[in-house]
Each structure stands twice: as C-alpha cells, then as structure tokens.
C-alpha cells in the first residue's frame, strides 16, 4: 500500500515533498479528554521530551532534514497554516479521545486533495468502552472518502474522492 499511495503523491515523484510531524509531545495534550483510568497511566507515564529528541535525532541520522519538519503544537491549532486541499497523505494519530479527535479530522480533512490518502489507527481505541476514533472515520466514509487498506490490525487507509 505504501508504494502504491506513494506513486500517486506529486512529491513523491518529483522529489519536492515535505512530511510534517506535528504533535506537541506533552503530557497536557495526551491527557485532553482522556477518562479511562489505563488510558490516562500510559499516557501519564510517558516519556514526551524523550520521544521528541529521538525523533529530531533520528531525522538527522538519516539525512532528511530538507524533507521533515517538525512542529511542535496540536494539529487543530496549526491546520490554519496548510492551504486546502494541499496535503497528498494524511496520518491521523494524534490524541484519541473522541472530542480531540473529531476536532483534528474536521481541521484537517479539507487540507486532503481529492485521490489523496488520510491513514487512521487506533480505530479500535475506547474510553469508557465507547470507540473514540471510529466516530471521525465515519463522518469521512460519509463525506466521500473510500477505506482502500485495512490490512494493518487497528487501521485504516481511506482515499478521498471527492471535495
């Protein structure tokens, strides 16, 4: 699938594309809407600043400075800042709390160029035995786009076919 929804992205092809990371790698941010006392302990215990280091560390390691950037903030905040219909690949995995979640696929489900892709895990996710992310998956099946991959447990990769 990866090459597949690779071939069809311009940047791909010409060399011009940039993969944004963005998240901001905070306790806060994790813990928005969570409810779940197992939930909330994983996220609590988690090593956020860590995380980030070894992600900046890894990006010069292998050399891809000129086509990752990394902006640390929650993506609904910084959404403003990506034209419509400009993103070619979308990956879905920030906060899974339902509130969190719907807010970030509605800010940036109009950035997805039609035939782009948008990838979606932790579609089994719960709070208080109530799926969370399934919810924004939905609201996208019922907005034109198509699920083309589900081979991967927990995830989905959903084409957008139409604005």
């Known amino acids: 699938m990866a090459v ?4 069809r992205l311009d940047g791909y092809q010409t060399g011009r594309g940039v993969a944004y990371g963005i998240d901001p790698w905070t306790k806060q941010a994790a813990l928005e809407g969570m409810i779940d006392p197992e939930n909330i302990h994983f996220w609590d215990q988690c090593p956020y600043e860590i995380t980030y280091t070894d992600c900046v560390k890894a990006i010069k390691r292998l050399g891809l400075q000129g086509y990752c950037r990394l902006i640390r903030a929650q993506a ?43 990838v979606v895990d932790d579609i089994a996710w719960k709070e208080a035995d109530v799926f969370t992310v399934r919810p924004a998956v939905e609201w996208m099946l019922e907005r034109g786009c198509a699920i083309v991959d589900q081979s991967v447990r927990n995830c989905l990769v959903l084409e957008k076919r139409c604005e």
């Open 76 to 118: 609904h905040t910084v959404a403003n800042q990506f034209a419509e219909i400009s993103v070619g690949l979308l990956h879905l995995d920030g906060n899974h709390s339902a509130e969190p979640t719907i807010r970030e696929t509605r800010e940036w489900f109009p950035k997805v160029a039609v035939g782009g892709f948008i």
């Open 4 to 7: 597949y929804a690779a071939q």
